[in-house]
């Protein structure tokens, strides 16, 4: 089992440069969600989608940009990287229900813009 | 909106103590889940438990146990005779409408059990 797989799981960017991380899950979960974790901060909510084509901002999405094209697959854009930007990014997904089912979550990247 | 307090930021022990880990929410929503999930040093997120708030059970699991309260609004999380295997970051989360807009997440306790 698969479960959530982020691509790539260590990049290193210089300012302004842009990347895209990939997020692939094959649980068929209608609802993805990209977060980043920083020291002493918790993770911390960037963009999210709760279907295919549809996307929705969190509590931290200023610098980046997501696109949900195909229901396993959530995209997270960074267009010109920022210093700021370095942090550990998680990727995670779960089941639409009114249950609160658990999320799940994939390995991690960790980015550093230098 | 949702918030979630862990106020304490590193616990030390030494192996074979009890321990518990404080976490404290702040929801208007009377439907509401909360989570608690481990971040070992390798550092991948690992789901521990869910309850939701129309269940005031607590509930054991092995070492593990959790103690939810409405009144206090309190989800604490128990850890009996602690093994070094424990060490790890402890994060306690919240999440409404079923998840929809993802979880808010406190800022995590540094548990390091010492041999």
């Known amino acids: 089992n698969a479960g959530v797989t982020q691509t790539p799981k260590f990049r290193v960017l210089k300012t302004g440069q842009s990347m895209t991380l990939l997020c692939a899950q094959d649980?068929?979960?209608?609802?993805m969600y990209w977060y980043r974790q920083d020291p002493g901060m918790g993770l911390r909510l960037i963009h999210y989608?709760?279907?295919?084509?549809?996307?929705a901002k969190g509590e931290v999405p200023d610098g980046y940009n997501v696109s949900r094209l195909k229901k396993q697959n959530f995209l997270l854009g960074l267009e010109s990287a920022a210093p700021s930007q370095t942090s550990v990014y998680f990727c995670?997904?779960?089941?639409?229900?009114?249950?609160?089912?658990?999320?799940?979550f994939g390995q991690g990247t960790r980015l550093t813009v230098v | 909106a949702q918030k979630v307090t862990q106020a304490q930021t590193e616990i030390s022990v030494v192996e074979k103590e009890d321990v518990t880990l404080d976490c404290v929410y702040e929801?208007?929503?009377?439907?509401?889940?909360l989570f608690w999930y481990k971040q070992p040093p390798s550092g991948e997120l690992v789901f521990l438990i869910r309850?939701?708030?129309?269940?005031?059970q607590n509930e054991i699991s092995g070492r593990y146990s959790w103690n939810f309260q409405k009144s206090t609004s309190s989800f604490n999380f128990t850890i009996t005779a602690s093994q070094v295997v424990d060490s790890a970051v402890y994060f306690c989360?919240?999440?409404?409408?079923?998840?929809?807009?993802?979880?808010?997440f406190g800022k995590g306790t540094h548990l390091i059990i010492q041999p």
């Open positions: 989608s709760v279907g295919e084509g549809t996307t």
């Open positions: 995670a997904s779960n089941y639409a229900d009114e249950e609160g089912t658990e999320a799940f």
């Open positions: 649980m068929n979960h209608e609802y």
């Open positions: 309850r939701n708030s129309f269940d005031e």
């Open positions: 989360a919240l999440s409404v409408r079923g998840g929809a807009d993802g979880l808010t």
């Open positions: 929801t208007r929503d009377t439907t509401y889940y």
